[in-house]
T-cell receptor, first 112, second 116 residues
């Protein structure tokens, strides 16, 4: 079974802090994705990556950056956290564009 | 641009009844894929079923089937013989098939509650 692991289920940070959310997959998947989920808005794509050191902006990249130094790891970075970034963050991976994405359990991030 | 519309924010269904969750989509891509995911209260997204735009038959996976009507641009999820464990959020999603358009676009979801 595919395993996508997010480093924290719950995280509380303060406004202005630099926040790292880590995601690791164990199936050698090429593609990795970061989404945020807010009530009434569904899931919105922040960034995605097709390969190591490659990244593409999604629909809502402002205020975020990503890093993919190794194939199995995709990190989401909040450069200076703000209260409107309080949300559920979901990481996903897929072997290619024709296969379903597999999701981690999510990180519920609160910015105070 | 791709768009997914789920018009049912919430549904209540009696246990053992069949359920249809609506999904309509809009895209200019000639080739695309449609997915349904389930999200229980615990938060994880669980892949349920996939339909390719050129598939001749409607997809089925156990109690799940996808009623794909290409001309109407609809991809409704049908759950037969509903169970209490089916209570969850359900998301419809679409993905383009061309390079650079592989991202998933999600609908806003339907919260399904199964009543004993």
């Amino acid at each position: 079974d595919v395993k996508v692991t997010q480093s924290s289920r719950y995280l509380v940070k303060r406004t202005g802090e630099k926040v790292f959310l880590e995601c690791v997959q164990d199936m050698d998947h090429e593609n990795m994705f970061w989404y945020r989920q807010d009530p009434g808005l569904g899931l919105r794509l922040i960034y995605f990556s097709y390969d190591v050191k490659m990244k593409e902006k999604g629909d809502i990249p402002e205020g975020y950056s990503v890093s993919r130094e190794k194939k199995e790891r995709f990190s989401l970075i909040l450069e200076s956290a703000s209260t409107n970034q309080t949300s559920m963050y979901l990481c996903a991976s897929s072997p290619d564009s024709h296969q379903p994405q597999h999701f981690g359990d999510g990180t519920r991030l609160s910015i105070l | 641009a791709q768009k997914i519309t789920q018009t049912q924010p919430g549904m209540f269904v009696q246990e053992k009844e069949a359920v249809t969750l609506d999904c309509t989509y809009d895209t200019s891509d000639p080739s695309y894929g449609l997915f349904w995911y389930k999200q229980p209260s615990s938060g994880e997204m669980i892949f349920l079923i996939y339909q390719g735009s050129y598939d001749q038959q409607n997809a089925t996976e156990g109690r799940y089937s996808l009623n794909f009507q290409k001309a109407r641009k609809s991809a409704n999820l049908v759950i037969s013989a509903s169970q209490l464990g089916d209570s969850a959020m359900y998301f419809c999603a679409m993905r383009g098939a061309n390079f650079g358009n592989e991202k998933l676009t999600f609908g806003t979801g339907t919260r399904l509650t199964i009543i004993p």
